[in-house]
């Protein structure tokens, strides 16, 4: 099954971004394909390499960016909402992109699912 998903929370303030990598890794280890990780509203903080947790907590981002390189999950940032909140290219982790509102579209028509994690 081919499965698109919407992450429209922070990392660290929400357990919307932990979900969402979970559900990834789990959905990835059936045999399914990660179409897409669109990241949307506050969902764009998961996507800045400024994110520095203390050592004994989780990198959120840098699983992200482990997703991306281990399985080629395409991660795309609203260009909209990233500009918004200060982000820019320059800040974006390895493994992001930014790009607009038609990768989520596109994603909802290509994927078999679309899921959502966050408000």
């Given at each position: 099954?081919?499965?698109?998903?919407?992450?429209s929370e922070g990392p660290?303030?929400?357990?919307?971004?932990?979900?969402?990598?979970?559900?990834?890794q789990a959905a990835i280890?059936?045999?399914?394909?990660?179409?897409?990780?669109?990241?949307?509203?506050?969902?764009?903080?998961?996507?800045?390499?400024?994110?520095?947790?203390?050592?004994?907590?989780?990198?959120?981002?840098?699983?992200?960016?482990?997703?991306?390189?281990?399985?080629?999950?395409?991660?795309?940032?609203?260009?909209?909402a990233a500009l918004r909140?200060?982000?820019?290219?320059?800040?974006?982790?390895?493994?992001?992109?930014?790009?607009?509102?038609?990768?989520?579209?596109?994603?909802?028509?290509?994927?078999?699912?679309?899921?959502?994690?966050?408000?």
């Amino acid at each position: 099954m081919k499965i698109g998903v919407l992450v429209s929370e922070g990392p660290y303030t929400h357990q919307a971004a932990d979900s969402a990598w979970q559900f990834c890794q789990a959905a990835i280890a059936k045999g399914h394909e990660i179409h897409r990780v669109f990241f949307y509203h506050d969902g764009v903080y998961n996507a800045t390499k400024l994110t520095e947790p203390p050592q004994d907590d989780r990198h959120i981002v840098n699983r992200w960016s482990a997703l991306k390189e281990q399985h080629g999950v395409d991660l795309v940032v609203c260009v909209a909402a990233a500009l918004r909140r200060g982000i820019k290219d320059e800040v974006l982790a390895p493994g992001f992109r930014i790009s607009g509102l038609g990768q989520l579209v596109d994603s909802g028509i290509k994927a078999d699912r679309m899921v959502t994690f966050g408000d």
